[in-house]
């Protein structure tokens, strides 16, 4: 069965995030857009997956619990986990202490709000999010595997905090072989880049939305085809990591 998705959405968490980016704008516009399975993985945090996984659940829309991790070498780094509370888990023991205690300038950047599931703001995190963590590109996919994660590279296609813009390449020593594409990357970009032709590496495909209008849509390569007729979190994740 086909199942549409998009694993690489941000809400008003992140000072990137757009304010309209609340847990029912975000689940309703992704009903709109005709989505399966979604994810939200603001910068650094998990705080706002609570809220969107239990918007998720009453309009009976599969969500993947995820956080856009950026690594000492500046690549962000797309962590899906089993549940909301290895996600939660994940932030407090690995990801938070290895972030700088750097407050967030809101005149600059915005305020980063913490949401509740009717979208009420229930508080703000004063730490400046986007920014890098003091965790490698080579610890990052292990470490998320012991909280049942799933790590991909985000966006490899882009000239700015990805894996191939920073280290220029892509090997399976890095312990990857799942990779993120943005929805700008061209049709061939796997098969033109010398790190990443005839590797067989597999590629998700998701927007990267700060606003809603940037969600995905149903359609083009979005999609999974599982067996299962109701797929939990865990089976999506299990199945990015050794089936797809």
Known sequence: MKYYYDLHIHSALSPCGDEDMTPNNIVNMSLLNGLDIIALSDH????????VSEVARRAGILFIPAMELETAEEIHVLCLFPS??????????IVSPALPDI?????IFGRQQILDENDNETGTDGRYLINATSLTIDSVGVLAARYG???????IDKQTKSLLS????ADRSMGYNVFELSPNAPDNFSETHFSLKGMGYRYLYNSDAHYLADIAER????????DCPHPRAEDVIGFIKNNY
Do not use: I, Q, W, Y
Request: net charge negative.
């Open 103 to 107: 407050a967030n300038n809101e005149s």
């Open 44 to 51: 650094n945090t998990c705080k706002n997956v609570r809220a």
């Open 219 to 226: 359609g083009g390569k979005n999609f999974f085809e599982l």
């Open 84 to 93: 909301v509370d290895a996600a939660e888990l994940f932030e407090r023991e």
């Open 166 to 169: 920073v280290l220029g390449m």
């Open 149 to 155: 994660a799933a790590a991909v590279p985000a966006h």
